[in-house]
């Protein structure tokens, strides 16, 4: 079994900061892209941003230069740090990874139950 477990969300002034982790455990053999998505109450779920292995990254054009997305692939977690957040951020957070579990052959798409992310003017 693996499962993803979002962390750190909560209600923050706009203005604020919140800090998400997700940390991937399991039969974890090697994990590929990580992601954060969000969604709002009567809206699609879009992408936040994106993490490869190797550390490159991308961004919504809305969050770039506010959020930043980084990993410890040793501790299998991604983490979102979240700066000048604006009430339309308030959002459940969802974090989302590509993973190789142990004696698979192809990496198999996992997402987290989410994180409500609240932001008040």
């Known amino acids: 079994q693996v499962h993803l477990v979002e962390s750190g969300g909560g209600l923050v002034q706009a203005g604020g900061s919140l800090r998400l982790a997700c940390a991937a455990a399991?039969?974890?053999?090697?994990?590929?892209?990580m992601g954060w998505y969000r969604q709002a109450a009567g809206k699609q779920r879009e992408v936040v941003a994106t993490?490869?292995?190797?550390?490159?990254?991308n961004y919504a054009d809305s969050v770039k230069g506010r959020f930043t997305i980084s990993r410890d692939n040793a501790k299998n977690t991604v983490y979102l740090q979240m700066n000048s957040l604006q009430p339309e951020d308030t959002a459940v957070y969802h974090c989302?990874?590509?993973?190789?579990?142990?004696?698979?052959?192809?990496?198999?798409?996992?997402w987290g139950p989410g994180t409500q992310v609240t932001v008040s003017s």
């Open positions: 989302n990874a590509d993973l190789l579990r142990y004696g698979a052959s192809v990496s198999l798409n996992y």
């Open positions: 399991g039969s974890i053999f090697s994990i590929d892209a």
């Open positions: 993490i490869t292995s190797g550390g490159s990254t």
